[in-house]
């Protein structure tokens, strides 16, 4: 039997040829599978293929749907394989469809990533196509972890038993959406090592789990979400979006180290994460210029290195029923336009930032009474506002026109896209394709621009969006302590350097126990620290201390954005800490509630007691090797 080995920097990813197709081999353990007694399934439900089909397989779960349920037979064909890539070819030469699957690996870190490219020589509808089946030894049955929430509760850790039966996460919002994060942890009951899978889309989507009784294997399979059939013209093709897993013998925070290595390998230089301080609430829509240049004054004192103009600045936006989608300057608000603030903020050492939300429009704006068949149908309002369809040709041109003008005729060198309403129905595959790229257009030709997604908070993170932003909102939650326990989850599955967090003056809405200045700090600190509070509220006091731990970040950031991470507890705790080290040094981040004893962490071989001198409720300790 021929096998083709994969490499990673780890562990391979050896596959083998079968009889129905390609099957896996080995990842991280060894794939045998005991053909079970009894003569209901055919030998293409029972192997671990790559890939799988309706009328392929007949009684277990399938990748690839068309009508009428048994309708495909795939024959597999040629299989190219040089060093990390492979590409093997499935027939079905009665229906004219043809599936290429795609395998990529690398030497720099352990994730695998997959893929299928579905062709039609006639015309098809397709009623599933999921990207992989991923055949995670774990079995039988699995500890399925996930991450789960609601708008400013997102990425809670759920953990499952899974023995047998299906367990099916996803969005019909058009978004990835607050409910649930695309990503999935595997393990087994009695092993140390674990599994996670992730999709790499910004649409409606969705995983499924897949525990058949007493199987050695369990099944994971995603792509876009399978309500939505897809429609394919004699000669077109469809390329699903891509999976990624990985293994780790270090369990879920192995597999959590494993997903940051990866992501590293996605991201821009240092100066792509800055120090932001953005206008939203000391200001909401009231934006004045001689008021954001009293914050710009203020954050420039603290050490911010980019002052963001939040939502309110352009023409006739007074409220969140008005003017979204007229992207010009407001000349009532800026009747010199935006220069002035432009100029008096590059003035005090700062980059300048926009917020802007290119997908939405209100009703009452001149681009809606002007183009009122560029938005998704029905027409039903959230937030007071419609959704642009940026599938159509000339709404994505528009947007990218948009973009390129503000871009252009304003020294702007980072920008905050926002996206603040669910796309009706689920909305569209090619919406999602055009907001990708609009977002690498971005990224190609303004390569000075740091770009940050956000969708309401976390309602938009995948690798997807991680492989073409250099930050992401995780949540609008940003009182200290809720938002310390999204942090725990996000890094469970996303790395620091992405994770924008800011020092606010908002209530917690959950955990309400009160939180000194230094704790909404050493909060943010944990990922790329941001401001978003009303600085000019602030006493002489706190302005002073804010200086020294803006100080204090910008030394230990460079460690915080590339030391691999351990979490140690739960915020839920009475201590809790995260800690990120690098070959020659240690920072430990460490948050205790009122009255909890002395926090000790293992580092290395021994313990460190953290001894909360910064304040009674956190700290930060730097430890050197050199």
Same mark, same amino acid.
């Given at each position: 039997?021929?096998?083709?080995?994969?490499?990673?920097?780890? %562990?391979?990813?050896?596959?083998?040829?079968?009889?129905?197709?390609?099957?896996?081999?080995?990842?991280?353990?060894?794939?045998?599978?005991?053909?079970?007694?009894?003569?209901?399934?055919?030998?293409?439900?029972?192997?671990?293929?790559?890939?799988?089909?309706?009328?392929?397989?007949?009684?277990?779960?399938?990748?690839?749907?068309?009508?009428?349920?048994?309708?495909?037979?795939?024959?597999?064909?040629?299989?190219?394989?040089?060093?990390?890539?492979?590409?093997?070819?499935?027939?079905?030469?009665?229906?004219?469809?043809?599936?290429?699957?795609?395998?990529?690996?690398?030497?720099?870190?352990?994730?695998?990533?997959?893929?299928? @490219?579905?062709?039609?020589?006639?015309?098809?509808?397709?009623?599933?196509?999921?990207?992989?089946?991923?055949?995670?030894?774990?079995?039988?049955?699995?500890?399925?972890?996930?991450? @789960? *929430?609601?708008?400013?509760?997102?990425?809670?850790?759920?953990?499952?038993?899974?023995?047998?039966?299906?367990?099916?996460?996803?969005?019909?919002?058009?978004?990835?959406?607050?409910?649930?994060?695309?990503?999935?942890?595997?393990?087994?009951?009695?092993?140390?090592?674990?599994?996670?899978?992730?999709?790499?889309?910004?649409?409606?989507?969705?995983?499924?789990?897949?525990?058949?009784?007493?199987?050695?294997?369990?099944?994971?399979?995603?792509?876009?979400?399978?309500?939505?059939?897809?429609?394919?013209?004699?000669?077109?093709?469809?390329?699903?979006?891509?999976?990624?897993?990985?293994?780790?013998?270090?369990?879920?925070? *192995?597999?959590?180290?494993?997903?940051?290595?990866?992501?590293?390998?996605?991201?821009?230089?240092?100066?792509?994460?800055?120090?932001?301080?953005?206008?939203?609430?000391?200001?909401?829509?009231?934006?004045?210029?001689?008021?954001?240049?009293?914050?710009?004054?203020?954050?420039?004192?603290?050490?911010?290195?980019?002052?963001?103009?939040?939502?309110?600045?352009?023409?006739?936006?007074?409220?969140?029923?008005?003017?979204?989608?007229?992207?010009?300057?407001?000349?009532?608000?800026?009747?010199?336009?935006?220069?002035?603030?432009?100029? *008096?903020?590059?003035?005090?050492?700062?980059?300048?930032?926009?917020?802007?939300?290119?997908?939405?429009?209100?009703?009452?704006?001149?681009?809606?009474?002007?183009?009122?068949?560029?938005?998704?149908?029905?027409?039903?309002?959230?937030?007071?506002?419609?959704?642009?369809?940026? *599938?159509?040709?000339?709404?994505?041109?528009?947007?990218?026109?948009? !973009?390129?003008?503000?871009?252009?005729?304003?020294?702007? %060198?980072?920008?905050?896209?926002?996206?603040?309403?669910?796309?009706?129905?689920?909305?569209?595959?090619?919406?999602?394709?055009?907001?990708?790229? !609009?977002?690498?257009?971005?990224?190609?030709?303004?390569?000075? @621009?740091?770009?940050?997604?956000?969708?309401?908070?976390?309602?938009?993170?995948?690798?997807?969006?991680?492989?073409?932003?250099?930050?992401?909102?995780?949540?609008?939650?940003?009182?200290?302590?809720?938002? !310390?326990?999204?942090?725990?989850?996000?890094? %469970?599955?996303?790395?620091?350097?992405?994770?924008?967090?800011?020092?606010?003056?908002?209530?917690?809405?959950?955990?309400?126990?009160?939180?000194?200045?230094?704790?909404?700090?050493?909060?943010?600190?944990?990922?790329?620290?941001?401001?978003?509070?009303?600085?000019?509220?602030?006493?002489?006091?706190?302005?002073?201390?804010?200086?020294?731990?803006?100080?204090?970040?910008?030394?230990?950031?460079?460690?915080?954005?590339?030391?691999?991470?351990?979490?140690?507890?739960?915020?839920?705790?009475?201590?809790?800490?995260?800690?990120?080290?690098?070959?020659?040094?240690?920072?430990?981040?460490?948050?205790?509630?009122?009255?909890?004893?002395?926090?000790?962490?293992?580092?290395?071989?021994?313990?460190?007691?953290?001894?909360?001198?910064?304040?009674?409720?956190?700290?930060?300790?730097?430890?050197?090797?050199?």
């Amino acid at each position: 039997m021929t096998t083709w080995e994969l490499p990673t920097a780890t %562990s391979p990813y050896v596959v083998r040829e079968g009889d129905a197709g390609l099957e896996l081999a080995h990842w991280g353990r060894p794939v045998d599978v005991v053909a079970p007694r009894g003569s209901f399934e055919t030998p293409a439900d029972i192997a671990p293929l790559e890939f799988a089909a309706g009328g392929t397989r007949h009684a277990q779960f399938s990748e690839l749907l068309v009508p009428g349920g048994g309708a495909l037979r795939l024959v597999p064909g040629s299989v190219v394989h040089t060093g990390c890539r492979l590409r093997a070819l499935l027939r079905d030469d009665d229906l004219g469809l043809e599936v290429e699957l795609h395998v990529r690996t690398s030497r720099a870190h352990d994730v695998v990533e997959r893929w299928a @490219v579905v062709r039609a020589s006639r015309p098809l509808v397709l009623h599933r196509a999921f990207g992989a089946g991923w055949n995670v030894p774990v079995g039988p049955g699995a500890r399925v972890g996930t991450l @789960v *929430g609601a708008w400013s509760r997102e990425c809670t850790p759920a953990e499952v038993d899974l023995p047998a039966g299906q367990l099916s996460i996803g969005s019909r919002q058009g978004i990835t959406s607050h409910t649930y994060a695309p990503v999935v942890t595997l393990r087994s009951r009695d092993a140390e090592d674990a599994y996670g899978i992730a999709l790499a889309w910004s649409g409606s989507w969705r995983l499924t789990v897949d525990a058949v009784p007493f199987r050695e294997v369990v099944r994971v399979s995603g792509g876009v979400n399978d309500e939505t059939s897809i429609e394919l013209g004699a000669g077109e093709e469809f390329e699903t979006p891509h999976l990624l897993g990985v293994w780790s013998p270090d369990g879920r925070a *192995g597999v959590a180290r494993a997903w940051h290595t990866y992501q590293r390998g996605l991201a821009r230089g240092p100066e792509h994460r800055p120090i932001v301080h953005n206008s939203w609430y000391a200001t909401t829509f009231d934006v004045r210029v001689e008021h954001q240049l009293a914050l710009a004054d203020a954050a420039a004192d603290l050490g911010v290195e980019v002052f963001v103009v939040d939502d309110g600045w352009f023409r006739g936006r007074t409220s969140d029923r008005a003017g979204l989608g007229d992207w010009f300057v407001d000349g009532t608000k800026f009747p010199d336009g935006l220069e002035p603030l432009v100029k *008096g903020v590059l003035e005090r050492g700062m980059r300048f930032g926009l917020w802007v939300e290119p997908e939405a429009v209100n009703p009452d704006s001149d681009l809606y009474r002007a183009h009122p068949d560029w938005v998704h149908r029905p027409l039903l309002t959230l937030r007071n506002q419609y959704v642009l369809d940026l *599938g159509k040709p000339e709404v994505e041109a528009w947007a990218g026109e948009t !973009l390129r003008r503000l871009l252009t005729e304003h020294p702007i %060198s980072y920008l905050k896209w926002d996206m603040n309403r669910a796309i009706t129905l689920g909305g569209s595959i090619a919406h999602t394709r055009a907001y990708h790229r !609009l977002m690498r257009m971005l990224r190609e030709e303004f390569p000075h @621009v740091t770009v940050e997604a956000c969708a309401g908070g976390g309602g938009r993170v995948d690798n997807a969006v991680l492989a073409l932003a250099d930050v992401v909102w995780p949540s609008d939650e940003t009182g200290p302590r809720d938002r !310390l326990a999204i942090q725990h989850g996000f890094l %469970s599955a996303y790395p620091p350097h992405v994770m924008s967090s800011w020092v606010t003056g908002e209530p917690d809405r959950l955990d309400t126990e009160p939180a000194s200045l230094e704790f909404r700090f050493v909060v943010a600190m944990a990922g790329v620290l941001g401001s978003g509070a009303d600085l000019l509220a602030w006493t002489p006091a706190e302005r002073d201390r804010a200086r020294e731990l803006v100080a204090l970040y910008r030394e230990i950031r460079p460690v915080v954005h590339t030391g691999a991470v351990t979490r140690h507890g739960t915020p839920a705790d009475p201590a809790y800490a995260v800690q990120y080290s690098t070959d020659d040094q240690t920072v430990l981040l460490a948050w205790r509630r009122p009255g909890a004893g002395p926090l000790r962490v293992p580092v290395g071989d021994g313990v460190v007691e953290v001894p909360f001198r910064l304040a009674p409720d956190c700290d930060v300790v730097v430890l050197d090797y050199a």
